[in-house]
């Protein structure tokens, strides 16, 4: 038969699409057409194909070769569709059985001898395919164990493409080579046991750290303003620590973004802990945010999907880059809009900024900065920025003596997580039936509306706006602390004192 298909899949952002790739043998000179909206890198697959199936020990088709890739209007790139038009030209050709192609989705690169190299974003391949109604998938060995992370599918993993033919052909599989096992397995220890960071080496900062606590059980946002030296860094590495485990509909999330920027270590297929990134200041727009000139991919605020994202020395990024992050943090998703697709990508973070009170950063009468100095510094942080802010905190230089006085009640990361997974539930119990997880996901009508606070409790917050100290926007993200704050004490709702720390917190003026 001079015809076969196979399938194959299409990644815009972390969705997946079905593609056809369909091969057709016939007159004319020998060579190879490759139609259907392919990237540079998929348009190289040509040559890269061709090589590979005769380093195989097949022969290659001497007819002309129309490779066609369905659904023609929807960009395609990258390796991925390498073995899918490998295993259609040799259906096509009648070296493999073309009923062995049909219900399989495959996935992999070639390399020029023929053997298959793994290539990201399987795992949203995969999801995609199964949720299309495939259960048959053909991935690189080194793929396979991220494949298998979707349930209810067939995985085949092949290190070759002799392997793929022999498995076409109904042939066994050969089992990996010790030296295939090693490598796959190859990760160092050091990397598995390495200790995580923990809360209790934070001393000196009791109401920073409280702010860690509040903003973990809330998912809320938060500032740390204070001198070089006080904790700024420490505390915001130790906050993932302090978020619960991911579920496993998380973790696939997650695992998804991570597979699309080919960004997951190989002895870790799966993230099951909330991830942590922290851009330095030069990133650009495209690297936070997400894009690139050819395959779109995703930035840092996708990378710290249901985790954290630490802007460290924010006042040294760019304006736009940080004047970016608004839509993230009001939407939880990023869109990357082009001339030929746009592309979603997942952006639930818990945003962490930090920075010096001035240019200079030396604490106390060292510091020689002037007072408009220091406002045009602060003042890159704009207004909308920091309205998003739930929580601001400013960090003093602590001396030894509160140092060691603060070891007897700072409280490692395990006891802090025990309190933040216990108003968790008792926040989730609250919202069960809605589309929101945390406090801070709550829409300000809806939080009024369904989860109203008692008149005593509403009065600092209502004075403070008369007194033009508060913004209708801040009277809501104060509630929603508030909030955070009782479900921490195991309060039904909040009170006076919630509420007034909430502002304290707000406003940067909590003791």
Request: proline residues 8%; hydrophobic residues 45%; neutral net charge.
């Amino acid at each position: 038969m001079s015809l076969a298909c196979t399938r194959s899949v299409a990644l815009l952002g972390v969705d997946g699409h079905i593609v056809e790739v369909e091969a057709h043998l016939g007159g004319g000179p020998a060579g190879v057409t490759l139609v259907g909206l392919p990237d540079a890198a998929l348009r190289e697959a040509r040559d890269r194909i061709r090589a590979a199936v005769i380093n195989s020990g097949e022969v290659w088709p001497d007819d002309h070769i129309t490779i066609s890739l369905s659904p023609a209007s929807l960009p395609k790139s990258g390796s991925g569709f390498d073995l899918a038009i490998a295993a259609a030209v040799m259906g096509a050709s009648g070296v493999a059985p073309v009923d062995s192609l049909s219900g399989a989705v495959f996935l992999a690169e070639v390399a020029l001898d023929g053997r298959v190299r793994p290539v990201p974003g399987v795992l949203p391949a995969v999801l995609a395919a199964a949720r299309g109604g495939y259960s048959r998938f053909v991935v690189a060995r080194r793929n396979a164990a991220e494949a298998r992370l979707v349930p209810d599918v067939e995985i085949v993993a092949v290190g070759s493409l002799e392997e793929l033919f022999a498995w076409l052909r109904g042939e066994a599989v050969s089992a990996p080579s010790d030296d295939e096992e090693s490598t796959e397995r190859s990760a160092p220890a050091e990397a598995i046991s390495a200790p995580r960071p923990d809360l209790a080496d934070v001393l000196g900062q009791p109401v920073a750290r409280r702010a860690v606590e509040i903003a973990a059980a809330g998912g809320h946002n938060l500032l740390l303003l204070g001198p070089p030296g006080t904790g700024k860094s420490l505390l915001a590495e130790r906050l993932p620590t302090l978020l619960p485990g991911l579920s496993m509909e998380e973790s696939l999330e997650v695992t998804a973004v991570h597979s699309v920027a080919d960004a997951l270590p190989e002895n870790a297929p799966l993230v099951t802990e909330p991830p942590f990134c922290a851009p330095h200041h030069t990133a650009t727009r495209a690297a936070v945010i997400g894009g690139g000139s050819g395959r779109v991919r995703p930035g840092c605020v996708s990378l710290a999907h249901r985790g954290a994202l630490f802007v460290d020395e924010a006042p040294e990024f760019g304006r736009g880059v940080l004047e970016s992050l608004r839509q993230p943090l009001e939407t939880g998703t990023v869109v990357v809009s082009r001339s030929a697709a746009t592309v979603r990508f997942p952006a639930r973070f818990l945003l962490v900024l930090a920075a010096n009170p001035c240019p200079c950063g030396k604490p106390g009468n060292a510091c020689t900065c002037s007072s408009p100095q220091r406002r045009r510094y602060l003042g890159r942080l704009s207004g909308p920025l920091l309205d998003r802010v739930d929580l601001k905190v400013e960090l003093q230089p602590v001396a030894r003596a509160e140092l060691l006085a603060d070891r007897a009640f700072a409280e490692s990361s395990a006891t802090v997580v025990e309190r933040v997974s216990r108003a968790r539930e008792r926040c989730g119990h609250r919202l069960a039936g809605t589309p929101w997880s945390t406090n801070a996901e709550i829409p300000g009508a809806e939080l009024r509306r369904r989860f109203p606070v008692s008149d005593a409790a509403l009065r600092v917050l209502a004075a403070a706006m008369e007194r033009g100290e508060i913004s209708a926007r801040g009277v809501d993200r104060a509630l929603r602390v508030a909030w955070s704050l009782a479900d921490l004490a195991g309060r039904p709702e909040p009170g006076c004192d919630d509420t007034a720390y909430a502002f304290a917190l707000w406003t940067g003026r909590a003791q």
